[in-house]
């Protein structure tokens, strides 16, 4: 179910961070992949089917953006369901055979993806005004 989506496009705007913020860019590079990371939730909140059960664990309340971490020297975040139903996430996406799939993790990625970036790139660009 875990597929792994790389934004690009933005190197330059990061080595700028890097260079003239030094150990705020840390801040700087958190705040910018939270933000992006959110708008993605936010599309997988809307996109998720939630069942009429009122005691139920609902996935849509549980999605989630992670911590920053750190992949050969790349940081990035995981968004998605928690691991409260992470477990029963990939029924909702892919479909068992007694339920058709009802995608929304694959959906929300494609159509926040672009969004994602700009707020990424802003959020960047932010971090270099504040200096």
């Given at each position: 179910m875990h597929s792994e989506h790389e934004l690009t496009g933005i190197d330059e705007i990061l080595r700028a961070v890097r260079q003239r913020l030094e150990a705020g860019s840390a801040r700087v590079e958190r705040?910018?992949?939270?933000?992006?990371?959110?708008?993605?939730?936010?599309?997988?909140?809307?996109?998720?089917?939630?069942?009429?059960?009122?005691?139920?664990?609902?996935?849509?309340?549980n999605i989630t953006v992670s911590g920053i971490r750190r992949k050969d020297g790349l940081k990035y975040v995981l968004i998605g369901p928690n691991k409260k139903v992470s477990w029963r996430a990939?029924?909702?996406?892919?479909?068992?055979?007694?339920?058709?799939?009802?995608?929304?993790?694959?959906?929300?990625?494609?159509?926040?993806?672009?969004?994602a970036l700009q707020i990424l790139a802003e959020e960047l660009r932010k971090g270099l005004r504040i200096r």
């Amino acid at each position: 179910m875990h597929s792994e989506h790389e934004l690009t496009g933005i190197d330059e705007i990061l080595r700028a961070v890097r260079q003239r913020l030094e150990a705020g860019s840390a801040r700087v590079e958190r705040n910018a992949l939270k933000a992006a990371g959110e708008a993605v939730a936010g599309s997988m909140q809307q996109k998720v089917a939630v069942s009429n059960l009122s005691y139920a664990r609902h996935t849509r309340d549980n999605i989630t953006v992670s911590g920053i971490r750190r992949k050969d020297g790349l940081k990035y975040v995981l968004i998605g369901p928690n691991k409260k139903v992470s477990w029963r996430a990939h029924f909702i996406e892919f479909g068992t055979s007694n339920q058709s799939a009802q995608p929304f993790i694959e959906p929300a990625f494609r159509e926040k993806k672009d969004e994602a970036l700009q707020i990424l790139a802003e959020e960047l660009r932010k971090g270099l005004r504040i200096r």
